[in-house]
């Protein structure tokens, strides 16, 4: 009875001082759990805008990112969003940055982005265009400065996320420690239970009744502790996850970032040799106009010789113009003269082609009488055996008549292919 008590006494101990540590762990319950999907649709005027960097940013945390699409579409899908208030950010080198704020995202919208050119192009061959050239280094200075300074706050909030993560694997080891103890002292309680069982028969009904009713409370109640932690770990988990891919996208980010900054950096070089070849190329076109100017001059000259060639000339082709005039209507006549002729001959080639048909359809014609011909006379030349063998006359000559018959027939058709032949041939 003693050793019943004493086990007791050690459950119930262990029990309340689970319960005093359990007080510490940090609730998770603010947690988010719904999963969203949106499309961040990028476009200059009416046109869209392709690679543009699109992240979006809760509370300085970029919680996800993509790039844009040949139809300046970027599809981003949160694990976990829990209906804060977030904006969304979007960079591209040739564009002015764009910003929406104040978002509170909703599964399946479409949230449209407008970005602004930089500047155009130098295109102008004067000294203004230098100017533009240099206000447009100055910009994407300004620019590449402006991308250091994201690339800077990009890095703060990876170090956040690293602390963030750090603090998520400490409840989470928490946590599993907080299980691994529920099981333990369910298994102490069971032991407890079985040699309370054991030994039920040394005490009173009311006593038995008492510690039972106890035991089973604190089993239930372990049982529920090692339920709520299995939960709290199953968020963990999540919320982990959640922090991984957000860092993962803060990477991409990131690296995106720097390679903009490195084309930028490219087009600023790019730009001032540009400037600098424009400089000589102004100087050089202005050496051209000078040399320009004298050759002009001279041509001026031997225009004005030109020119009086040309009246001599134009006096000639008129004169030409009269004789060709007419050799032009001599040849119109004979144009229509080989015209008529033309048509002639292709009447008669129309002709003779279907002549050529009606002769082609009297060969298959004869053809098949040819072959009929000579099945005939493959059936004379077994009739013939036949006969000087002997046999029965009357039948034999019956035979013969039949087949004279059918050469008479032959004939006849004959003679009409022959006939229509003659007629084509004479055309």
């Known amino acids: 009875m003693k050793k019943v008590y004493v086990l007791v006494s050690i459950v119930l101990a262990s029990f309340g001082s689970f319960a005093s540590q359990a007080g510490s762990i940090i609730s998770i319950d603010n947690v988010a759990k719904e999963g969203v999907g949106v499309t961040v649709s990028v476009k200059n005027g009416e046109t869209p805008v392709k690679g543009a960097l699109v992240k979006i940013v809760a509370e300085r945390m970029v919680i996800g990112a993509a790039t844009t699409d040949e ?31 104040a978002l509170q995202l909703e599964n399946g919208k479409t949230y449209s982005v407008s970005m602004v050119q930089k500047g155009e192009n130098v295109k102008e061959s004067s000294e203004a265009a230098l100017v533009k050239t240099q206000e447009k280094i100055d910009r994407e200075v300004a620019d590449a400065e402006e991308a250091a300074k994201r690339k800077e706050e990009a890095l703060k909030r990876q170090e956040e996320h690293r602390k963030e993560k750090e603090e998520i694997d400490a409840l989470a080891e928490a946590s599993r420690k907080e299980t691994e103890q529920a099981k333990k002292e369910t298994e102490e309680a069971a032991m407890v239970a079985e040699e309370f069982k054991n030994e039920a028969d ?18 239930a109640a372990a049982k529920q502790r090692e339920e709520e932690a299995k939960k709290r770990n199953e968020e963990l988990k999540a919320v982990s996850g959640s922090l991984e891919s957000a860092k993962k996208e803060e990477e991409a980010a990131k690296k995106a970032a720097s390679k903009a900054q490195k084309l930028q950096e490219q087009e600023i070089k790019e730009a001032e040799k540009a400037a600098k070849a424009k400089e000589a190329a102004i100087k050089e076109e202005k050496e051209k106009a000078k040399e320009a100017t004298k050759l002009a001059e001279s ?15 134009k006096k000639e082709a008129e004169k030409a ?48 009488l040819d072959n009929a011909r000579r099945k005939l006379e ?14 029965n006359f009357e039948k034999l000559k019956a035979k013969q008549n039949k087949l004279d018959q059918e050469h008479a027939k032959l004939d006849v058709q004959q003679s009409k292919i022959d006939l229509k032949r003659k007629k084509l041939l004479k055309k």
């Not at 082609?360 to 053809?367: C, E, F, M, N, R």
């Open 71 to 101: 139809s300046g579409n970027a599809t981003i899908n949160i694990e976990n969003y829990g209906r804060q208030t977030v904006s969304v950010e979007v960079y591209h080198t040739l564009y002015k940055s764009a910003k929406l704020t």
């Open 202 to 219: 040394q005490m009173s009904e009311e006593r038995r009744k008492e510690l039972e009713d106890q035991v089973k409370e604190r089993e």
């Open 299 to 313: 041509e001026a000259k031997a225009e004005e010789k030109k020119e009086k060639a040309e009246a001599a000339a």
């Open 321 to 368: 113009a009269k004789e060709a005039e007419k050799e032009a209507k001599e040849a119109e006549k004979e144009a229509k003269e080989a015209e008529k002729e033309i048509k002639a001959a292709e009447k008669a080639t129309q002709e003779a082609a279907k002549n050529q048909a009606k002769l082609d359809k009297l060969d298959a014609t004869q053809d098949k």
């Open 378 to 391: 493959t059936e004379q030349k077994k009739l013939d055996r036949k006969v000087k063998k002997g046999g």
